[in-house]
């Protein structure tokens, strides 16, 4: 089971605070650090000192970083072009030395959009079928060939689409809980399909209907990686347990029964039955920046037990 990190950083956080994290990331022995692509706060935070660009932010942490993987969940479709998106990653995967992997999902967060005057449209998941088809068409087009294409919402004629990412095939990661049409893109389109914050039996319902979309796409189901995001809340005791769920403004027992929290023991337990619903990795939603002990912990009593 792998364990990645990630972090919300619209609810406050800076650079210097997202670069510490990644770096004690790399050094606890996670495997990557991801962030979420939001640029408004939400629930009862001031978000202060304000947003920062993931994009930007990996870039940075690109040069700042040797081992470890690093992406989004998710990044918003409606706030890039495909085109200047496939440029973007392509560049901080060059920056990295290979290490990059694009989460993209169709953007939903109407009030972030009001905030900045980023438009909002209303056929978001069909624009994302087209940015899919547009970004890993432009990476898989050959050097020295041109990419075109006609959509409905983007048109591109002869783009030389360049530059190329250093991988080969960097990964692309769809992630949701919808029944039908996300399936049938993640089988399409998709390295990795995360469900988030999705339960136990809910996982393994989504994890199948992928899988089924998957071969109807000419794909194996076992192409795909399989994976899960959760609210992290370890403590070695329970007072250190209540103690990370106040400063994250969460009840101990909700945490239990929706994320992974409790005692070392309890949350390998959880882990465990999300594996053998076929995940095989976990991102970690770690929503108190500050508390580099709360990594300490997961990778030396819950890492250390998952092999």
Not at 5 to 33: C, H, M, N, R, S
Not at 62 to 69: K, L, P, S, V
Not at 87 to 114: F, K, N, P
Not at 159 to 171: E, M, V
């Amino acid at each position: 089971m792998d364990l990645r990190i990630f972090t919300e950083p619209q609810q406050g956080a800076d650079y210097d605070t997202l670069l510490t994290v990644a770096k004690a990331t790399e050094d606890l022995g996670f495997d990557a650090f991801f962030r979420s692509d939001h640029y408004l706060h939400m629930g009862d935070v001031d978000g202060l000192p304000g947003p920062t660009d993931a994009w930007i932010t990996l870039a940075g942490l690109a040069r700042e970083t040797r081992r470890i993987r690093l992406g989004t969940l998710m990044t918003a479709g409606t706030f890039r072009l495909p085109g200047v998106l496939a440029i973007q990653v392509a560049q901080v995967d060059q920056m990295s030395g290979g290490r990059v992997e694009l989460g993209l999902g169709a953007g939903w967060y109407e009030e972030e959009h009001t905030a900045y005057g980023i438009p909002f449209p209303k056929e978001k998941l069909a624009r994302l079928e087209e940015q899919l088809a547009i970004v890993t068409g432009m990476w898989r087009t050959p050097v020295g060939e041109r990419f075109s294409y006609a959509g409905d919402f983007y048109q591109l004629t002869d783009s030389p689409a360049l530059p190329k990412p250093a991988q080969s095939r960097l990964p692309i990661l769809i992630g949701g809980l919808g029944l039908s049409r996300t399936p049938r893109l993640a089988g399409t389109y998709a390295d990795e399909f995360n469900a988030p914050f999705a339960s136990v039996e809910d996982s393994q319902t989504l994890f199948a209907r992928v899988r089924k979309a998957a071969e109807e796409a000419g794909r194996k189901g076992d192409d795909l990686v399989y994976s899960n995001a959760l609210v992290a809340c370890v403590g070695k005791d329970d007072a250190e347990v209540a103690r990370r769920a106040a400063a994250i403004g969460r009840e101990v027992e909700e945490l239990k029964t929706n994320g992974l929290a409790g005692s070392p023991a309890e949350v390998v337990d959880k882990i465990g039955r999300y594996a053998e619903a076929g995940s095989s990795r976990i991102y970690l939603q770690i929503l108190d920046l500050k508390d580099l002990d709360h990594l300490d912990l997961i990778a030396s009593q819950v890492g250390s037990q998952l092999g």
